[in-house]
């Protein structure tokens, strides 16, 4: 049986569902998902789901209720590892009337993916290795790897709305997920941990 790990770019999977309409969708099982990506004679060895969780003092506290539950989710499901960076704030000035603002850019995801995927090659983790994103960003990371791995694939799943033409083309192979596997990958709308604390899908995610 060949082997697939596969690593998801969360915020660019994220932002490519808001962008287009899919909210419905962001209750996504992720080991579901990658089950649901595999060929005949391909198993699943890990799932590793990479982000940053949402910076307190943004006033998005629904966004980032809603994110910890979601990760919390993920956190009972085997094989699934999730992987944080960070939020760093900024301050933007207008060039018009010179006012600023602050906001939060997300730091250390690529490097975070860049760094699991190349030393999980290394280790010799995968046979395959599915990438579920649409940043170029991550064009040196796989090329990397087929370079130094000549016997090991690196495919891109793209994200509904996310494309990398640098990153398609660095890649043994490429595709878009499309909506029948995002809906045949959903969690229960209850998820019951060890624990006995029951995790809802959120309202505004049905």
């Known amino acids: ?29 992720m080991r579901r998902l ?5 060929r005949p004679g391909q198993k699943l060895v890990a799932v590793r789901y990479f982000t940053a969780r949402i910076a307190p003092d943004t006033g998005r506290q629904g966004g980032s209720i809603r994110q910890n539950t979601y990760l919390e989710a993920l956190s009972t499901l085997p094989d699934v590892h999730v992987h944080l960076g960070v939020h760093i704030p900024k301050t933007r000035r207008c060039r018009k009337c010179r006012a600023t603002w602050k906001y939060y850019e997300e730091k250390m995801t690529d490097v975070n993916i860049a760094v699991e995927l190349l030393g999980d090659a290394q280790d010799d983790t995968f046979d395959t ?7 170029g960003d991550l064009t040196g990371p796989t090329s990397a790897v087929r370079q130094r791995h000549p016997d090991k694939r690196v495919v ?3 994200p509904p709305n996310r494309r990398s033409f640098e990153l398609r083309n660095a890649a043994t192979a490429h595709f878009p997920i499309g909506r029948r596997r995002l809906s045949e990958s959903q969690l229960p709308d209850r998820i019951t941990k060890p624990d006995g604390y029951v995790l809802t899908r959120p309202p505004s995610w049905r």
């Open 34 to 38: 990658a089950e649901n990506l595999l």
């Open 156 to 158: 891109v799943a793209f």
């Open 129 to 135: 290795a599915i990438i579920v994103s649409g940043d």
């Open 1 to 29: 049986m060949q082997r697939v790990a596969m690593y998801v770019d969360g915020l660019n999977l994220y932002n490519g569902l808001r962008d287009g309409g899919l909210q419905r969708y962001y209750w996504l099982d």
